[in-house]
């Protein structure tokens, strides 16, 4: 009798494969990439970088470098179907948390962050 299982794994493994090569595009790390200037201070400027750091700008000058992780949990935040931005002064030997809010939902040229200290939302448009 023949075996049809090679028939299933076959197709089953090519799909597999086309959907991972589709979803390693579209993460929230490569949305969130780019430079963003605030809506609120338009001197202020963030810009995250892909391997993980971010760099402040205000009025053109660069502060220190940051490191950046995103997240579903942060530091006394626990999980929840939000993602965090960590935001690691190493200097400082400190880190900020901040609420990555409808990122999927709204425009893709808006951030809005917003800091889990004091709920305070913070909005950016991309600049390309």
Known sequence: ???YRPLIII?????LVILMVVTSF???KNEIVGSWVSKENPVHTI??????????YSENTESKP???TLSTACDKHGVSNSLFVKIIDDKANSSKCYELKDIKD???DVL?????ENNEEYFYTKVY
């Open 47 to 56: 810009e995250f970088l892909q391997n993980g750091i971010a760099k402040s």
């Open 106 to 108: 709204q425009d893709d």
């Open 112 to 116: 809005l962050l917003v800091d889990m």
């Open 66 to 68: 940051y490191h950046y």
């Open 11 to 15: 197709p089953l493994s090519i799909l």
């Open 1 to 3: 009798m023949r075996s």
């Open 26 to 28: 579209v993460t929230p």
